[in-house]
């Protein structure tokens, strides 16, 4: 019975880590090529969550549809982030301190207009039952929502890591993130990667937002659990590393749901928090950096 | 009159909670989301050693001190090796975790009902009872910090800061431990964010976790921002305007539920509009004198 118990939180904690590797994955798009702590992904997140719930539930769009218009946007949001808020004040030859802190300014005006537009009720986003319906395998369950949650978080890893890899726009990304001057004098528009970075990201966080509206429901706070799980899961993996953001995602949710076994499930945070503080003791570079040390200087 | 009173002494406390963050983000450059989390251990140590335990107030400003303190230095001790934005990541985290601890420990915190009926400062039998006294008082410990800090400042212990502030290497290569500075001067920051967070729980009377959340950490934030990082005085101006404008709003006729984000829409415009035009703030840093013994 202890084992089934066991099995069962392992396999929440890998559905759960599946998204939380997708935001790590997400988060690393954006601030290994930018070094730009975009804390507006947040507001990205809940967004485009709000798009997805006024296009399906609204309007009555098709699900579908309403999922792939609402990722599009997100991605133009972060778009909007990097050409109104982070361009100009790159232009002013402003540090990263100020970034991050047009990045709180932008985060609190979206996070408001969320709450102008939508008030701050729970809204949640109906899909077919088929998805949610349980399949018993011995005593455990799980849904096929959570096994497409499972697959997508692989096929992005695996598109991410490809893109990077073969394309011209990912390895002109890299060139960026290893140095800026160098990549432009090459010739590289960094300008235009930028734009790329931020839009794949957002992109990225959208779908994981996705999962997370059609499965619990949707809140305008929910943003800031995201990127402190993001931004946790980036530092553990070792910035830069898309694999590690996604292997220390994974980790960070089955520890979470490990954790239930235990202790009640309010703390979940307070374990995110322990896994990060563990890292920066023993393992500054995360799982697989040596980039670390590049970054501070 | 009563209203007035009110204004200045919210003002008053604001400006103590700047006043202390800006000792780190402005002097020294640490950039801490965890100041509202600070305030809140201030906060909650007072209310509930005042209501339950009927301490009096200066002996639980003293407890809330030496609580923040211990917890910012365990906190500083484990995380100030990080650098700039990994360091901030830290502080976030700490951030949710205590906002989650004030909610969800209600054998302690009473959780998400709160603590009521918390009793102003008494000292010797006089009590700071009603707006006006009150007023004065927080205008007192405002004047206090600001002469801690100001004094803090333009010592040599605070050139140091600002030398590790400009270039953390070439603080290092002088011979000045520079983690052992960063970690004092986030404590005294986290300590004085707790003396903020009493005074608040006294002032308002009533506390929830709602207000120690990561919004309350960038609103101080903004303050420093707007104000001038790095002039304490622009904190306290930061505080009186960015307190006392969104109060106008009162005199029209706006319902509460659009009114408080409109006025959270407000500095957070104010916030990136400062930083693209006047990154420098209301009242620019002063330096004294720029020898760095």
């Not at chain 1, 109906?126 to 005593?139: F, S």
């Not at chain 1, 959208?206 to 809140?219: N, P, Q, R, S, Y």
Request: hydrophobic share 55%; aromatic share 12%; proline share 4%.
């Amino acid at each position: 019975m202890e084992f089934w118990l066991f099995l069962q939180l392992l396999i929440n904690g890998i559905i759960a880590g599946s998204l939380y590797a997708l935001l790590g994955i997400s988060f690393t798009a954006i601030f290994a090529p930018t070094r730009i702590f975009h804390f507006m992904h947040a507001s990205v997140y809940v967004f485009a969550g709000y798009f997805l719930y006024q296009f399906a539930m609204g309007w009555g769009w098709p699900v579908p549809v309403s999922i792939l218009v609402a990722v599009l946007l997100a991605g133009f949001m972060g778009v909007l982030a990097e050409r109104v808020i982070y361009a100009p004040l790159r232009r002013m030859g402003a540090g990263s301190m100020e970034m991050l802190l047009s990045s709180f300014g932008g985060y609190v005006i979206l996070q408001n207009l969320i709450l102008l537009i939508w008030k701050s009720d729970p809204r949640t986003v109906k899909i077919p039952e088929v998805l949610k319906n349980g399949i018993p395998v011995g005593l455990l369950t799980f849904t096929p929502l959570d096994i497409l949650t499972v697959i997508t978080a692989g096929a992005a890893l695996w598109a991410v890591t490809l893109f990077m890899r073969h394309t011209k726009v990912g390895k002109a990304m890299r060139a960026v993130e290893n140095d800026p001057l160098g990549a432009t004098i090459t010739g590289i528009p960094t300008e235009w990667v930028r734009l790329v970075s931020f839009f794949l990201g957002s992109v990225l966080v959208a779908v994981a937002v996705t999962f997370h509206v059609v499965d619990k429901g949707l809140e305008p706070t929910i943003g800031v659990n995201a990127v402190l799980v993001a931004t946790v899961a980036m530092i553990v993996g070792g910035v830069g590393s898309y694999s590690g953001a996604a292997l220390a995602g994974l980790m960070i949710g089955i520890a979470e749901n490990l954790g239930i076994w235990q202790i009640p499930s309010e703390w979940k945070n307070t374990i995110t928090f322990c896994v990060l503080v563990l890292f920066i003791l023993f393992r500054p570079r995360g799982f697989f950096g040596h980039r670390m040390t590049r970054y501070e200087g | 009159m009563i209203y007035l009173s009110y204004v200045i002494s919210l003002i008053a406390v604001y400006g103590v909670l700047t006043i202390s963050l800006n000792l780190s983000v402005g002097y020294t450059g640490i950039l801490s989301l965890a100041q509202a989390a600070f305030m809140g251990i201030g906060a909650y140590s007072a209310a509930i050693l005042l209501t339950q335990w009927g301490f009096n107030f200066f002996t639980t400003l003293l407890v809330g001190m030496a609580v923040a303190g211990l917890v910012s230095w365990g906190l500083a001790w484990a995380t100030l090796r990080l650098k700039g934005d990994y360091y901030v990541i830290a502080s976030f985290g700490f951030q949710v975790i205590l906002y989650n601890i004030f909610l969800n420990w209600i054998g302690l915190t009473r959780g998400p009902f709160g603590i009521r009926q918390i009793p102003p400062p008494e000292i010797f039998g006089f009590s700071f009872l009603g707006p006006q006294r009150y007023a004065l008082f927080t205008l007192g410990i405002l004047a206090l910090c600001l002469w801690v800090a100001r004094r803090v400042g333009e010592s040599p212990y605070g050139k140091v800061l600002r030398a590790i502030r400009e270039d953390e290497a070439a603080a290092a290569s002088i011979g000045k431990n520079v983690n052992r500075y960063k970690m004092s001067i986030f404590t005294v920051t986290a300590m004085l964010a707790s003396v903020g967070g009493a005074l608040y729980a006294s002032l308002i009377t009533y506390i929830d976790p709602f207000t120690f959340t990561i919004h309350e950490s960038i609103f101080i934030l903004a303050l420093v921002i707007i104000g001038g990082s790095g002039n304490v005085y622009g904190s306290v101006i930061g505080a009186a305007v960015l307190i006392s404008l969104p109060e106008m709003l009162r005199f029209f006729d706006v319902p509460t539920a659009v009114a408080s984000p409109i006025r959270e829409i407000l500095y957070g415009a104010l916030m990136i509009i400062f930083l693209r035009l006047r990154p420098k703030g209301l009242l620019p840093e002063r330096i004294t004198s720029g020898v760095v013994r």
